[in-house]
């Protein structure tokens, strides 16, 4: 099992809701800032949104604005992304990142886990 395990992706309809889980092995540490990132078939990699570790203050792609919340259980290294209004554009491989300094770096990604939505 690696250091970022994500979980939760699957099937859903259009207009939907879907809720991803990140299981982080490792305390992140306060400066820490946890990522979403999503590669659709034939697009490149996109941002999603992140969430710092310590304050728990959260950044979000314009498209995923209102439709996105990203959210983290400290005690147990765990982070969330709940999406909503979902459309097949949403489709694609949904991947959590970390970047243990928070200077923009993401070192660390899960496998990638499939959400697809149907029309």
């Known amino acids: 099992q690696g250091h970022l395990v994500e979980s939760g992706g699957g099937l859903v309809q259009a207009g939907g809701s879907l809720r991803l889980s990140c299981a982080i092995s490792?305390?992140?540490?306060?400066?820490?800032?946890m990522g979403w990132f999503r590669q659709a078939p034939g697009k490149e990699r996109e941002f999603v949104g992140r969430i710092r570790w310590g304050a728990g203050t959260t950044l979000y792609a314009n498209s995923m604005k209102g439709r996105a919340t990203i959210s983290r259980t400290k005690g147990e290294n765990l982070m969330y992304l709940e999406m909503h209004s979902l459309s097949p554009e949403d489709t694609a491989v949904y991947y959590c990142?970390?970047?243990?300094?928070?200077?923009?770096?993401?070192?660390?990604w899960g496998q990638g886990i499939q959400v697809t939505v149907s029309s």
């Open positions: 490792g305390r992140p540490y306060s400066s820490t800032a």
């Open positions: 990142a970390e970047d243990r300094g928070g200077n923009g770096s993401w070192e660390y």
